[in-house]
């Protein structure tokens, strides 16, 4: 069991180097940006079908911390204390709005090797850390990258 906590930090989601059981709660398409390796289960469904939910899922809920997120991060605490206390779930502050601005400051500060394919890398690391079928793996070696090359020495501790 994990320590009990209610909120999850953008800045924390990038440190954590185990999987977490990341479930977007906006009802999203599957064109919008996602977090990497996230579940699409809508807010309404997820919170008349919590118990449902739980049973499905249970073993997942017991082997990794659930972080719930929305668009600006609001919106899933009522969600979040619906779920039984014998799982550790939280809300990830900002929602995919505090998320995609994390992304955008460490893309905007990393030193591209090559300054004439800059523009075009970022595109593609941001199209990969907005996409919800980037496995874990795969997201995990691009934020170590980018939190190592971040000019903030807090952030670079992260990894």
Do not use: W
């Not at 320590?3 to 953008?10: A, E, I, L, P």
């Not at 990794?64 to 991060?73: A, E, I, N, P």
């Not at 990830?92 to 905007?108: D, P, Q």
């Amino acid at each position: 069991m994990f320590g009990y906590k209610n909120r999850f930090t953008v800045q924390e989601l990038f440190a954590q180097h185990q999987e977490l059981f990341l479930i977007d709660t906006r009802g999203a398409s599957e064109y919008d940006p996602a977090i990497p390796n996230s579940h699409s289960f809508y807010i309404i469904d997820l919170m008349e079908k919590t118990k449902k939910f739980e049973e499905k899922y249970h073993s997942k809920l017991l082997e990794r911390q659930v972080v719930l997120y929305c668009s600006k991060g609001d919106g899933t605490e009522l969600l979040r204390k619906s779920f039984s206390k014998k799982y550790q779930v939280m809300s990830l502050e900002g929602g995919m709005v505090g998320y995609l601005e994390f992304v955008t400051h460490l893309l905007a500060h990393h030193p591209y090797e090559n300054p004439a394919t800059r523009d075009m890398m970022a595109i593609k690391l941001m199209k990969k850390l907005t996409n919800r079928d980037t496995s874990f793996a795969q997201f995990r070696q691009i934020a170590d990258r980018l939190l190592s090359h971040s000019p903030d020495p807090a952030l670079r501790q992260l990894v």
